[in-house]
């Protein structure tokens, strides 16, 4: 603290003033003093000094090329460690740029804090054009847990716990803090400045859950003749590794992950239903459902993908009123997912009955069936490749190298990618989440990155790529461990479309033969153009032994793709015929 108090006013022998603080230091000192160590964002009027100060004190200041890739950088970092990843913007246009991150953060349930400078309230207020005038409190609102502005520099410290509280506790989520530019020069008396600031007690306390619905969750679990366990993105939030482990091992129930839970229990574990998802959801008669939503990814848990059997549910979900959002749940479990499954982990006692081994049977068959018909086109040598022979080689390379995080974004490229690709440790995959949103792409690997130590691979479609694609020169700028592979099939799903009407190209379409890895080169890094299932496999492999920036572009067959990857069903498709 006494070196920010000294930036300000340093009392001279002559000079009894009392020593000041300002806006500035104290928003700096209230984060350092609750363990936020890095900030993203991308610098301008009225926070480039805050970036300035917040370096010149400790802090790690990574500045991006464009503020939704800092926003999504602070999510993901949020979801990694359970603190709230902090992202700081200029006003009104940095302000919304970061505000898509923000809106992506509270939907994934990813703690997270927007910083905004803002201009001058009473300019605002009245409308009477300031630079980047916005009310930016008001718009940022609807779109996040919380909103909070400060005014006042007294108010810093108890700006930033209640921000810090609210992004963390219960469902986690993304909250905003508007500064205005006003606030950042105030002063006031350093020691009272000092005084003013918290440093949060217990962010997210531990929710337990009431003993009768640990009861009746086990009561319904007893009479399951064909039980399954679906973990979501909560359960790897969590951080209940063992436990979770315990309570499958324990329960002998097949388990199904979705897709950023893949690695909570290694994708190759026996009870791991996850090459046999159709029949997992269809046949099941009990399914415990452990931070995860019955949202459209698990089709509202209704309708012919959970088929016709009658089927209860158990849900464990620290918000309440996730419970019965689609469907009736039986047995709600409502507190934190460490507590709940230790709670049912002690009720199961020693003596669990597992489930009957015709269904744990009939799961790992189906899984055996499908792992073996996939594993031929894993190893096909095709040029130009198809995604089965460029994924089967990255596969193998995240057997070998399990601490490697992944992210994945695109259609085609992030559905195959995540069936093909086995995740082994919890929180390694880290991809497009609730919203299926491209562009989360460089931001989250950057933070992976920074927060973890470890290697990341980025597998990208070549659209999806585009969408944050500038950031690799933040990626080269601070020499990132990150190795990116454009899946490069000319477009959007495919790169075959063609425009029965005119000379423009098709919508979906991309100029042809793109060399990406060119892009990586202009900032300093390896770049490497593969076009073969062997090329791709050497450059891959190299990048995460050197542990340099890299870019590997992957010539993809432009025909290989289906429009939408898995979720065409979704898209609209028109009855007039022209
Ligand atoms: O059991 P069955 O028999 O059914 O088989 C299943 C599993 O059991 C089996 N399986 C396995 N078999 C063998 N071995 C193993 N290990 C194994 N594991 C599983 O495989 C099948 C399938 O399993 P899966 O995947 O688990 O099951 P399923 O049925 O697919 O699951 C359903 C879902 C819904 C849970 C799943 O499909 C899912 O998670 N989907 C997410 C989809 C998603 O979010 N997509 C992204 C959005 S698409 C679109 O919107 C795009 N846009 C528009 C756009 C967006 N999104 N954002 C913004 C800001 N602007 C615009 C754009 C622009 S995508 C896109 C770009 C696309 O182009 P790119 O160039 O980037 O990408 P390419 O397509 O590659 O060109
Ligand atoms: P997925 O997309 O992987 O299915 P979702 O994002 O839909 O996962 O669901 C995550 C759920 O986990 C949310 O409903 C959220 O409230 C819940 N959750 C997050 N953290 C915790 C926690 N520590 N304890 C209990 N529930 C949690
Ligand atoms: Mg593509």
């Given at each position: 603290m006494s070196a920010s108090v000294q930036s300000v006013a340093q009392p001279t022998e002559e000079d009894t003033s009392p020593a000041l603080t300002d806006g500035f230091h104290l928003v700096i000192d209230a984060l350092k003093l609750n363990d936020i160590k890095t900030i993203y964002g991308v610098p301008g009027i009225p926070i480039t000094d805050l970036g300035r100060m917040a370096q010149a004190e400790g802090m790690r200041v990574i500045s991006f090329r464009h503020e939704q890739h800092a926003g999504n950088a602070a999510a993901i970092a949020g979801f990694l460690t359970k603190k709230p990843g902090v992202c700081l913007t200029v006003s009104a246009p940095g302000f919304l740029n970061g505000l898509t991150a923000l809106a992506n953060a509270t939907t994934n349930c990813f703690p997270m804090i927007l910083i905004s400078g803002s201009s001058e309230r009473e300019i605002v207020d009245l409308q009477q054009?300031?630079?980047?005038?916005?009310d930016q409190l008001a718009i940022a609102k609807p779109l996040c847990k919380a909103a909070y502005r400060i005014?006042?520099?007294?108010?810093i410290g108890i700006g930033v716990a209640r921000a810090i509280r609210a992004a963390c506790s219960g469902r986690p989520g993304g909250v905003y803090l508007d500064l205005p530019?006003?606030?950042?020069s105030q002063t006031m008396d350093a020691v009272a400045g000092e005084a003013s600031l918290h440093k949060v007690?217990?962010?997210?306390?531990a929710q337990l859950p009431a003993p009768a619905s640990i009861d009746r969750a086990l009561e319904v679990l007893k009479g399951a003749e064909r039980p399954l366990i679906i973990f979501g993105k909560g359960a790897a939030y969590a951080q209940a590794d063992e436990d979770i482990r315990a309570l499958v091992e324990k329960s002998g129930i097949p388990y199904l992950p979705m897709s950023m839970a893949k690695g909570l229990l290694p994708?190759?574990?026996?009870?791991?239903a996850g090459a046999a998802r159709s029949l997992a959801l269809k046949e099941s008669d009990v399914v415990v459902m452990i931070g995860?939503?019955?949202?459209w990814l698990l089709s509202h848990g209704k309708g012919k993908t959970w088929g016709t059997a009658p089927k209860k549910f158990i849900q464990i979900d620290i918000?309440?009123?996730?419970?019965?959002?689609?469907v009736e749940i039986a047995a709600p479990v409502v507190g934190d997912i460490g507590s709940c499954v230790a709670a049912l982990l002690e009720g199961m006692g020693d003596n669990w009955a597992k489930p009957p081994s015709d269904w744990t049977n009939a799961i790992r068959t189906k899984v055996e069936t499908n792992v073996a018909r996939m594993a031929p086109k894993l190893q096909n040598n095709n040029v130009p490749m198809d995604y089965h022979g460029a994924l089967g080689v990255l596969k193998t390379i995240m057997a070998e190298k399990t601490d490697t995080i992944l992210v994945n974004e695109g259609a085609n490229t992030l559905d195959f990618a995540r069936s093909i690709i086995d995740i082994h440790?919890?929180?390694?995959r880290l991809d497009?989440?609730?919203?299926?949103?491209?562009?989360i792409g460089m931001g989250f690997a950057v933070a992976a990155a920074i927060e973890t130590g470890c290697p990341v691979l980025a597998v990208e479609g070549d659209s999806a790529f585009?969408?944050?694609?500038?950031?690799i020169e933040t990626i080269c700028r601070y020499n990132l461990p990150v190795c990116v592979v454009v899946f490069n099939?000319?477009?959007?799903?495919?790169?075959?479309d063609t425009n029965?009407?005119?000379?423009?190209?098709?919508?979906?379409?991309?100029?042809?033969?793109?060399?990406?890895d060119m892009m990586m080169q202009a900032f300093g890094g390896v770049g490497v153009n593969a076009t073969s299932p062997d090329e791709l496999r050497r450059a891959v492999t190299e990048a995460l032994a050197s542990g340099k920036p890299t870019l590997v572009n992957a010539v993809i067959d432009p025909q290989a793709g289906t429009e939408?990857?898995?979720?065409?069903?979704l898209n609209p498709q028109s009855v007039v015929k022209k």
């Open positions: 054009g300031d630079y980047e005038e916005m005014l006042h520099a007294e108010d530019a006003k606030l950042f007690i217990d962010p997210a306390p994708d190759t574990h026996p009870q791991s995860a939503r019955l949202n918000e309440p009123t996730e419970m019965d959002s689609n440790k919890p929180r390694k497009v989440g609730t919203w299926g949103v491209m562009g585009g969408f944050s694609g500038m950031e099939n000319n477009g959007i799903y495919r790169g075959t029965p009407a005119g000379d423009d190209v098709a919508p979906t379409v991309f100029v042809k033969d793109s060399r990406y939408s990857g898995r979720i065409g069903n």
